[in-house]
């Protein structure tokens, strides 16, 4: 089927398909697939560029078109770019919602505003890449994915999906050391001072 590119798709560069690594930084483990047919099918649509055609690994919605993808990463990455490969068919999603950063993202949140909503086009083949807003994606820890509805199937199918970018490190935890007092000394404060945050009761 013909496609028509928004203002927000372009052609893969294949000379420089090396940016399409992120899912080597990718915590599949903790990854979530929501609304999958098969457990377990989301994680394998994050592969290599060069293992983007295999038809064998595939992910299909379970009774309605939705899927919803919550994606960790281990530390912190820049995402440029998006590609999604369906099926030639109807079953192919018309339409991705991203979110940074907020890993509380599900069903009955996604159809809230996103940070980001691209509209999608037939790529049975993986041609066409999709440009992220810099604004929300240059450090991004959490990445949410929102298929919500395809071109007219039942069910969704997606195959393969590519994000572009690259890695910025690993995240330190920062460890916050307060020292409390077990009970106020008043020899410590000024009596004044105490007496700021009283209030009459009249």
């Known amino acids: 089927m013909q496609h028509s590119c928004s203002r927000t798709c372009q052609h893969v560069d294949e000379t420089n398909v090396g940016q399409w690594n992120l899912y080597t930084k990718i915590d599949k483990y903790n990854l979530q697939c929501y609304n999958e047919k098969h457990d377990g099918s989301g994680k394998d ?3 290599a560029w060069d293992e983007r055609l295999d038809r064998t690994k595939v992910v299909e919605s379970d009774d309605d078109p939705e899927l919803l993808f919550s994606i960790p990463f281990n530390g912190a990455v820049k995402l440029t770019g998006i590609c999604v490969i369906g099926e030639n068919d109807p079953s192919h999603p018309n339409t991705v919602k991203l979110w940074s950063n907020l890993p509380e993202i599900r069903f009955d949140n996604a159809r809230g505003k996103a940070h980001q909503e691209i509209p999608l086009t037939y790529d049975p083949s ?11 994606f240059a450090r991004v820890t959490h990445l949410s994915l929102y298929f919500p ?17 690259e890695f910025l490190g690993e995240v330190q935890s920062q460890v916050v050391i307060a020292t409390y007092e077990s009970r106020p000394q008043l020899k410590d404060h000024k009596v004044d001072d105490l007496l700021k945050g009283t209030h009459e009761i009249q």
Do not use: C, D, K
């Open 45 to 47: 649509v994050f592969r």
């Open 126 to 136: 993986g041609t066409l890449a999709y440009q992220v807003n810099p604004a929300h």
């Open 149 to 165: 509805s395809n071109f007219g199937e039942e069910t969704t199918r997606v195959y393969y999906i590519g994000l572009r970018g």
